[in-house]
């Protein structure tokens, strides 16, 4: 099980996982159903208990499972979800919202994420979501997908500092953000989610679990390279990362990969291989 160093306490003293659960593509597939909601709820117990949502995934079926999975457990979790930046504004938002809780059986969710910028102007989403949290349907809320700019535009509007987090694509083989986004929002003290943070399945990650460096520093912790890139997720105390694993075998894998520390010099070598880019690159967007 994670354990207390495994975890961070956001500006307002709550507490979470560095490693939590991400559930894109989960609740498509009813045969593996029961697996898919058993595996986010070893999650939980073994202490990855923030579990990322979207009204997005599924048409809503990943929220369905979520909804299902964290029955009986609701005040163990830290509820994330998001909506879609088409339905960020005015009544569609707080509608977005409260169907978001009646598919996740909750009446409300501790953090709720604008999905990616849109159209609609930053002063009414944060208005709107403002207003969730004066409602009580929301804890706090936050973006997705927002580069420097954009940080830096919604801090300048009335209400933009609430902001709790910038949910980001951030791993290994993706180090864009540590250029100027991550400091920056290290300075203002909003956590970084890291969101992929084992590249999915596709060519990047291949790159990365393929690197003679970290099939090494794998082997030396008797890990798989997929629970290297986790764990070095966690050299930073402000980072979040969800992946998402949607059997026990996962889970499990993921959690144990919590209780890994890399050396300073692994670290060092995992630098020297792939490097931060020496200057600003865009924000990296699946
Ligand atoms: P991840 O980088 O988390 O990779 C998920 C893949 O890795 C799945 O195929 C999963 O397989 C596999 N996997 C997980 N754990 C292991 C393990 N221990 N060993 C081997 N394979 C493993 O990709 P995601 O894109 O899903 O990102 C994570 C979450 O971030 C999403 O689910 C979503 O919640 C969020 N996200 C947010 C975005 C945004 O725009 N805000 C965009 C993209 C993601 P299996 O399912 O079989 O366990």
């Known amino acids: 099980r994670m354990n207390q160093s495994n975890r961070m306490l956001l500006p307002d003293g709550t507490s979470l996982p560095r490693i939590g659960q991400g559930t894109w593509n989960m609740g498509d597939d009813n045969s593996r159903r029961e697996e898919e909601i058993a595996a986010l709820r070893l999650g939980v117990e073994l202490g990855m208990d923030l579990i990322d949502t979207a009204e997005m ?38 509608r977005s919202c409260e169907e978001s809780l009646k598919r996740l059986n ?22 709107g979501m403002e207003k969730l949290v004066s409602q009580g349907k929301i804890a706090r809320w936050g973006v997705s997908n927002f580069d420097v700019d954009d940080m ?11 902001c ?26 909003i956590p970084v989610m890291a969101y992929s943070p084992l590249a999915q399945a596709g060519s990047l990650r291949k790159g990365v679990i393929e690197s003679e460096v970290v099939q090494e520093i794998a082997s030396a912790h008797q890990a798989t390279p997929l629970q290297i890139m986790l764990a070095w997720t966690m050299r930073e105390e402000d980072v979040i990362s969800i992946p998402k694993a949607s059997s026990r075998k996962h889970v499990i894998e993921n959690a144990a990969a919590g209780l890994i520390t890399l050396s300073n010099d692994e670290i060092w070598k995992l630098d020297e291989a792939f490097p931060i880019p020496s200057w600003k690159v865009p924000l990296d967007m699946i």
Do not use: C, M
């Open 57 to 94: 995934y599924g048409d809503g079926r990943s929220e369905l499972l979520v909804g299902e999975a964290i029955q009986g457990i609701r005040d163990q979790v830290f509820l994330v979800s998001k909506v879609y930046p088409h339905n960020a504004g005015n009544e569609h938002l707080i």
């Open 106 to 127: 909750t009446d409300h969710l501790d953090l709720y994420l604008l999905h990616w910028r849109g159209d609609i102007p930053l002063e009414e989403t944060v208005v």
């Open 152 to 162: 830096k535009e919604l801090l300048g509007i009335a209400g933009g500092t609430h």
């Open 164 to 189: 709790a987090t910038n949910q980001i694509l951030y791993h290994l083989g993706s180090r864009g953000i540590e250029t100027e986004l991550l400091p920056w929002q290290r300075s203002h003290k």
